[in-house]
């Protein structure tokens, strides 16, 4: 198989795994003054902050979206 069209199949594979898999973390939200903040102890480095309980969680999703997205983007690491 040509090597261009295996990486295409492995391209097709992760999108399609992306788009029928549903990750599930835990979020650790606490209020900081006005503030609230939220790690997830799964996912060391993946913090959010917000105003709002719910934007503080939308912030914290879109932190641990972004990790899993550069992680799957390094060949050795999204195998």
Do not use: K, Y
Not at 50 to 67: D, F, Q, T
Not at 68 to 74: F, G, K, N, Q, Y
């Amino acid at each position: 198989m040509q090597t261009s069209l295996r990486t295409g199949i492995q391209q097709l594979r992760r999108l399609v795994c992306t788009h029928l898999m549903r990750n599930e973390f835990t979020g650790v939200i606490e209020r900081d003054g006005e503030w609230f903040v939220a790690w997830s102890p799964e996912i060391p480095g993946a913090n959010g902050q917000g105003p709002s309980v719910e934007e503080c969680r939308e912030s914290l999703s879109a932190a641990i979206r972004l990790m899993l997205e550069d992680h799957r983007s390094v060949p050795e690491l999204g195998r």
